[in-house]
């Protein structure tokens, strides 16, 4: 298996640019987790999905991020518009259960996102 | 607010030499979880505990967990270069998700 599969690996964009970032989860897992790294804040949760629907959605810092996923291969996460503030790593993971707190979560390589 | 704490934030220790991370958590929880985070890369499950246990290896890993004291730590003997990552725990909130903390860095010094 290809493991969890994130593009584009590197972003640079202007402030005020839409973003969407994309993930592949593992085939056959039912959970997808979107996340954001910053050297501040550390690793935070933005949202969740389970069998693609969100269940979720609380840590979506502010309506300019969106998230979808349209079936259970693929997931996108859009940001409109950019700042420079939402510069940082965005990881993709996916479990096989249902997000459960047993669950092994598995991190796609992440899209180092850099708003200009 | 974070659910899980690492201390120290960062480590470092001669090759050879064994490595030792704390967790400490704030509220009740079922499992506790320990990730691996090579520069780059996404983060790597190690290791999992649950509440009713105290200890769990996994080859050069040891895993502690004392409830009492809201505090796990993560033992790696006999560290490689190859260690020289961040490591995270992982604790379930009290609505099952799952929270990291910020990580403890590790250096081993050839």
């Known amino acids: 298996d290809a493991g969890v599969i994130q593009s584009p690996r590197h972003e640079v964009t202007e402030m005020g640019q839409e973003v969407t970032l994309r993930c592949k989860p593992i085939?056959?897992?039912?959970?997808l987790f979107w996340y954001r790294q910053t050297m501040m804040r550390g690793l935070e949760l933005l949202i969740y999905f389970n069998n693609n629907v969100p269940i979720d959605d609380s840590g979506m810092p502010e309506d300019r991020f969106s998230a979808k996923m349209p079936n259970a291969s693929f997931s996108t996460l859009k940001i409109q518009p950019s700042e420079p503030r939402d510069s940082a790593v965005y990881f993709c993971?996916?479990?096989?259960?249902?997000?459960?707190?047993?669950?092994?979560?598995?991190f796609g390589p992440g899209t180092r996102l850099t708003v200009l | 607010s974070q659910q899980g704490e690492e201390d120290p934030q960062a480590l470092s220790i001669q090759e050879g030499e064994n490595a030792t991370m704390n967790c400490s958590y704030k509220t009740s929880i079922n499992n506790l979880q320990w990730y691996r985070q090579n520069s780059g890369r996404g983060l790597v499950h190690l290791i999992l505990?649950?509440?009713?246990?105290r200890e769990k290896h996994s080859g050069r890993l040891r895993v502690t967990l004392d409830t009492s004291k809201k505090s796990s730590s993560l033992l790696i003997t006999a560290s490689r270069a190859a260690d020289t990552a961040s490591y995270f725990c992982a604790t379930d909130a009290l609505d099952d998700k799952i929270i990291f903390g910020k990580g403890t860095r590790l250096h081993i010094l050839p």
């Open positions: 505990i649950r509440s009713n246990e």
């Open positions: 993971a996916s479990t096989p259960g249902l997000a459960g707190a047993e669950d092994t979560q598995y």
């Open positions: 085939s056959g897992h039912n959970s």
